[in-house]
Nanobody, 113 residues
Framework: QVQLVESGGGLVQPGGSLRLSCAAS????????WGWYRQAPGKQRELVAR???????TYVDSVKGRFTISRDYAKNTVYLQMNSLKPEDTAVYYC???????WGQGTQVTVSS
């Protein structure tokens, strides 16, 4: 059974940083492109960043230059490094194994002073 377990969310002041982790069980890690999504209250879920199996990364315009997606094959883990956080980054963040369609349970990120 495949599980995606996210961690690293929390409360941070504007301008601060967080690193989200998504640990994958099972044998799906290397088979997938990976995405980080977020959903703010009253808004649709949006794709924030994606990394393909060959390491190509893409970002939504609002996070370019501030967020970095990466993966560690040895740890079966995908990361989202978030710097220079803004209040508008507040949302529940989800990872997704995009080729196989699995979702994590989400982790709350709140940016507030």
């Amino acid at each position: 059974q495949v599980q995606l377990v996210e961690s690293g969310g929390g409360l941070v002041q504007p301008g601060g940083s967080l690193r989200l982790s998504c640990a994958a069980s099972g044998s799906i890690f290397s088979l997938n492109n990976w995405g980080w999504y977020r959903q703010a209250p009253g808004k649709q879920r949006e794709l924030v960043a994606r990394i393909t199996r060959i390491g190509i990364t893409t970002y939504v315009d609002s996070v370019k230059g501030r967020f970095t997606i990466s993966r560690d094959y040895a740890k079966n883990t995908v990361y989202l490094q978030m710097n220079s956080l803004k209040p508008e980054d507040t949302a529940v963040y989800y990872c997704r194994a995009e080729t196989t369609g699995y979702w994590g349970q989400g982790t709350q990120v709140t940016v507030s002073s």
